[in-house]
C-alpha cells in the first residue's frame, strides 16, 4: 500500500465512506481488482491502525481535559479502568453539580447504555435522576468498553465512590440482564 493510497483510504475514511466502498472505489480507478495492490483485510488493518491513533489522541485531550477541570472544579471527580497494556478500556466522570443532585435526588437513579454509541463504539451510560420540578438530572456519566456485568459493576463502584457510598433506593434500567447482575454485586 503506498504513501498516497493510505491518504485516500484515510480522507475516505474521515468522510464515513465505508469499507467495501472504498475497495471498489480503487477497483473503479485502477481499472480492475488486480490492479489493487492490497485487498480487503490490508484496508481493515490500515482502518484500524488509523481508528487506533486517533483513539489514543482523543484519550490524551480527553485526560488533558480531566485536569484542567479538577482544577477549575473542586467536586469534578473521574476514574478510568485500564487493560493490562494500559490502555483505557472505560471511563466514568461526575461534577459538583452531578454529585450534590444526588445527595439531593439519588434516591432514584435511572441507567440505560441503549442511548447511544461513539465513534470507537463504547457505549454512552448516563446515570440520571428527576429533581423536585420533574427535570432531569444528570449524576454522572461513563463511556464503557462494553456491556458486560463486570464493566457494569466496575461502573456501579465508581458511581458508588464518587457520591460517598450513598446507595439509590431505586435503579430504573432497560432490563438487561448484565445490568441486573452488577446491580446485585455493586448495589446489594
Known amino acids: 500500500m503506498s504513501a498516497s493510497d493510505k491518504t485516500l483510504i484515510h480522507i475516505l475514511q474521515e468522510t464515513r465512506v465505508p469499507p467495501r466502498n472504498i475497495m471498489?472505489?480503487?477497483?473503479?480507478?485502477?481499472?480492475?481488482?488486480?490492479?489493487?495492490?492490497?485487498?480487503?483485510?490490508?484496508?481493515?488493518?490500515?482502518?484500524?491502525?488509523?481508528r487506533k491513533k486517533i483513539k489514543n489522541r482523543d484519550i490524551?485531550?480527553?485526560?488533558?481535559?480531566?485536569?484542567?477541570?479538577?482544577?477549575?472544579m473542586p467536586g469534578f471527580r473521574h476514574s478510568i479502568d485500564v487493560d493490562s497494556d494500559?490502555?483505557?478500556?472505560?471511563?466514568?466522570?461526575?461534577?459538583?453539580?452531578?454529585?450534590?443532585?444526588?445527595?439531593k435526588f439519588g434516591q432514584f437513579v435511572s441507567f440505560d447504555t441503549t442511548f447511544s454509541t461513539n465513534q470507537y463504539g463504547?457505549?454512552?451510560?448516563?446515570?440520571?435522576?428527576?429533581?423536585?420540578?420533574?427535570?432531569?438530572?444528570?449524576?454522572?456519566?461513563?463511556?464503557?468498553?462494553?456491556?458486560?456485568a463486570d464493566t457494569f459493576k466496575w461502573l456501579f463502584?465508581?458511581?458508588?465512590?464518587?457520591?460517598d457510598n450513598k446507595h439509590p433506593e431505586t435503579i430504573i434500567t432497560d432490563q438487561y440482564v448484565a445490568m441486573g447482575i452488577a446491580i446485585s454485586k455493586a448495589l446489594p
Not at 60 to 72: D, Q, S, T, V
Not at 86 to 103: E, H, L, P
Not at 130 to 148: A, M, Q
Open 24 to 50: 471498489k472505489i480503487f477497483r473503479k480507478t485502477r481499472g480492475s481488482f488486480r490492479a489493487v495492490p492490497f485487498d480487503t483485510k490490508n484496508l481493515e488493518n490500515e482502518l484500524a491502525k488509523e
Open 86 to 103: 494500559n490502555r483505557v478500556k472505560s471511563i466514568f466522570w461526575t461534577d459538583q453539580i452531578g454529585r450534590a443532585n444526588y445527595s
Open 157 to 163: 463502584e465508581e458511581f458508588l465512590s464518587a457520591m
Open 122 to 148: 463504547m457505549p454512552f451510560a448516563p446515570i440520571l435522576g428527576v429533581d423536585n420540578y420533574g427535570k432531569t438530572v444528570v449524576f454522572g456519566v461513563g463511556l464503557l468498553e462494553d456491556e458486560r
Open 60 to 72: 490524551e485531550e480527553l485526560l488533558l481535559l480531566f485536569k484542567e477541570a479538577r482544577e477549575k
